[in-house]
T-cell receptor, first 115, second 118 residues
Framework: QKEVEQNSGPLSVPEGAIASLNCTYS??????FFWYRQYSGKSPELIMS????GDKEDGRFTAQLNKASQYVSLLIRDSQPSDSATYLC???????????????FGKGTHLIIQP | NAGVMQNPRHLVRRRGQEARLRCSPM?????VYWYRQLPEEGLKFMVY????????ESGMPKERFSAEFPKEGPSILRIQQVVRGDSAAYFC????????????????FGPGTRLTVT
């Protein structure tokens, strides 16, 4: 059974600070990891993908992956009130044949950026 | 708009009726995934399709639910004899291709269809 765990929050961070979101996953076969942002009543929006151990930076966002610890995180620098949303961690386990299976999502962390 | 399109955006059905949800993938994408998000719950994978093929339907309820992605036209998620527990947001996502060497391409989500069963 694939599981992805996130702290539901809310996580409250002052404007301008760094927001740190964490995620753990259970399946050691997982190879692909994604962070999505979802505003209330809207659809998930892809922020980052990461496939290799280490850090991946894109603008104010940095994704970190540690496969040995089965841990993936998202850092948001210079947090803005518009970053207030639910952040979903998603993991993909490949299936035989090399195809892309459906994503397994965590329940999300509700982030609040305080002005 | 080259994004994933879904229609209708809102759908109201009485118990026992059929619901048909449509999804057109992003231009250049040939892989479609359906997800369901129940109130206060996370997104759950339902089914993965390529043109004319169901690749993985491990997340689909065994009864009343079916999906197709014909050679021409959008992918359709069909729910027969809807019940109140089917009320949820249904999202479609697409990717350009199957993954390679065990890695998956990114999936992009449409705006969703919010189904309400009365």
């Amino acid at each position: 059974q694939k599981e992805v765990e996130q702290n539901s929050g809310p996580l409250s961070v002052p404007e301008g600070a760094i927001a740190s979101l964490n995620c753990t996953y259970s399946d050691r076969g997982s190879q692909s990891f994604f962070w999505y942002r979802q505003y209330s009543g809207k659809s998930p929006e892809l922020i980052m993908s990461i496939y290799s151990n280490g850090d991946k930076e894109d603008g104010r966002f940095t994704a970190q992956l540690n496969k040995a610890s089965q841990y993936v995180s998202l850092l948001i620098r210079d947090s803005q009130p518009s970053d207030s949303a639910t952040y979903l961690c998603a993991v993909n386990v490949p299936y035989s044949g090399g195809g892309a299976d459906g994503l397994t999502f965590g329940k999300g962390t509700h982030l609040i950026i305080q002005p | 708009n080259a994004g994933v399109m879904q229609n209708p955006r809102h759908l109201v059905r009485r118990r026992g009726q059929e619901a048909r949800l449509r999804c057109s993938p992003m231009k250049g994408h040939s892989h479609v995934y359906w997800y369901r998000q129940l109130p206060e719950e996370g997104l759950k994978f339902m089914v993965y399709l390529q043109k004319e093929n169901i690749i993985d339907e491990s997340g689909m309820p065994k009864e009343r639910f079916s999906a197709e992605f014909p050679k021409e036209g959008p992918s359709i998620l069909r729910i027969q004899q809807v019940v109140r527990g089917d009320s949820a947001a249904y999202f479609c996502a697409s990717s350009p291709s199957a993954g390679t060497a065990g890695y998956s391409y990114e999936q992009y989500f449409g705006p969703g269809t919010r189904l309400t069963v009365t």
